[in-house]
């Protein structure tokens, strides 16, 4: 049994307000790197096999407080990396609401793609990919994976045999962190979206 804790990066300032996709330039703001290291604080009793993340900064910056003090290091992955969403990147969201073509792509994701960049079937691709190899890798162990929300969601949807045209019924915040575990029998999701309280704590069922 391999369990993967999927964690999408912490806060930045384009969330919510641009598709910043894979433009270079884009860290952490003060939130953010408060989320990372939080995060670091709260799996410190979870026995992590590995720690793998987007080549993004804003994912390795996640990742980092995670690995940190284990003896592990960030291993990044390409297969992590965010959505090519092509001639839309760097756009504000109250542009792009405007755009019909945006519109249908957010409803229609199995039969539509963004201008120049990737159809959700090939981001799938690269993740199951990568995420199977990582239980192959480490089997019988728990793995965290920090990633981005369009990628997450798509491998999410994947594992569960939902339609492409539902991922955005998967909510995926800042910093949060969503539990799959992988068995010979097939997937089972054992916590979606989870996020810090305020007291810090994080409770994952079936993770110890």
Same mark, same amino acid.
């Given at each position: 049994?391999?369990?993967?804790?999927?964690?999408?990066?912490?806060?930045?300032?384009?969330?919510?307000?641009? #598709?910043?996709?894979?433009?270079?330039?884009?860290?952490?703001?003060?939130?953010?790197?408060?989320?990372?290291e939080?995060?670091?604080?709260?799996?410190?009793?979870?026995?992590?096999?590995?720690?793998?993340?987007?080549? #993004?900064e804003?994912?390795?910056?996640?990742?980092?407080?995670?690995?940190?003090?284990?003896?592990?290091?960030?291993?990044?992955?390409?297969?992590?990396?965010?959505?090519?969403?092509?001639?839309?990147?760097?756009?504000?969201?109250?542009?792009?609401?405007?755009?019909?073509?945006?519109?249908?792509w957010?409803?229609?994701?199995?039969?539509?793609?963004?201008?120049?960049?990737?159809?959700?079937?090939?981001?799938?691709?690269?993740?199951?990919?990568?995420?199977?190899?990582?239980?192959?890798?480490?089997?019988?162990?728990?793995?965290?994976?920090?990633?981005?929300?369009?990628p997450?969601?798509?491998?999410?949807?994947?594992?569960?045999?939902?339609p492409?045209?539902?991922l955005?019924?998967?909510?995926?915040?800042?910093?949060s962190i969503?539990?799959?575990?992988?068995?010979?029998g097939g997937?089972?999701?054992?916590?979606?979206?989870?996020v810090?309280?305020?007291?810090?704590?994080?409770a994952?069922p079936?993770?110890?």
């Open positions: 049994m391999t369990v993967l804790l999927l964690i999408r990066h912490g806060e930045t300032d384009a969330v919510g307000r641009r #598709l910043v996709g894979r433009l270079a330039g884009v860290p952490l703001n003060a939130r953010g790197r408060e989320q990372a939080r995060l670091g604080d709260a799996l410190k009793t979870v026995p992590l096999a590995a720690v793998y993340s987007s080549p #993004l804003r994912a390795v910056s996640t990742a980092e407080p995670i690995a940190r003090g284990r003896g592990l290091s960030v291993d990044v992955r390409e297969d992590l990396n965010e959505a090519d969403f092509g001639e839309w990147t760097g756009l504000e969201f109250r542009e792009l609401g405007a755009r019909p073509e945006f519109v249908r957010n409803a229609e994701r199995s039969c539509t793609r963004p201008p120049g960049g990737e159809h959700v079937a090939e981001i799938q691709a690269r993740m199951a990919r990568e995420l199977l190899e990582m239980t192959r890798r480490h089997p019988d162990a728990t793995v965290a994976v920090v990633g981005h929300a369009d997450l969601r798509a491998a999410l949807a994947y594992f569960l045999g939902m492409s045209d539902l955005l019924r998967i909510d995926l915040l800042p910093a969503s539990a799959l575990r992988i068995v010979p997937p089972t999701l054992l916590a979606a979206n989870q810090l309280a305020s007291d810090g704590r994080l994952i079936h993770v110890r």
